[in-house]
């Protein structure tokens, strides 16, 4: 199963049971798939960037997951519906983990081939001395 990386911001004017209860809502639908919570991030209350619903502030909250793809679309519509949930953004961890190595393969080569260009110069300027 492949590993999904969720972000919540939660109301800060929300009670804590319903913010707890709209969480345990979140984690049912990923149990209920099949799926399993790995980690769990929870950084508390923080100033966020810009206003969101005439609010400065809210809780953030982030999840590492494992699950099929399939329940997607029930744990998007919970988190458009549920009101205590301001933003959230779900991340294919695995999709920008093969990107992230394929760039870094690309930077890789890159500088190899600067580092050959490099020595090829050296080489060169070494032998044209030496005639």
């Known amino acids: 199963m492949p590993l999904y990386e969720l972000g919540i911001i939660v109301d800060p004017e929300v009670p804590p049971e319903d913010e707890t209860q709209a969480l345990d809502r979140l984690e049912k639908i990923i149990t209920d798939a099949e799926g399993s919570v790995v980690d769990r991030d929870t950084w508390g209350r923080r100033q966020l960037a810009y206003p969101i619903r005439k609010k400065n502030y809210g809780v953030y909250h982030f999840w ?63 032998e044209s001395e030496e005639s």
Not at 78 to 95: G, H, K, P, V, Y
Request: proline share 2%; charged share 35%.
């Open 64 to 126: 590492k997951f494992e699950s099929p793809g399939t329940i997607m679309t029930d744990l998007n519509f919970e988190l458009r519906t549920n009101d205590a949930i301001m933003r959230s953004l779900i991340l294919n961890l695995d999709r920008e983990l093969r990107r992230k190595r394929k760039m870094d393969a690309k930077i890789a080569a890159r500088t190899a081939r600067k580092a050959a260009k490099a020595e090829a110069a050296a080489a060169a300027a070494a």
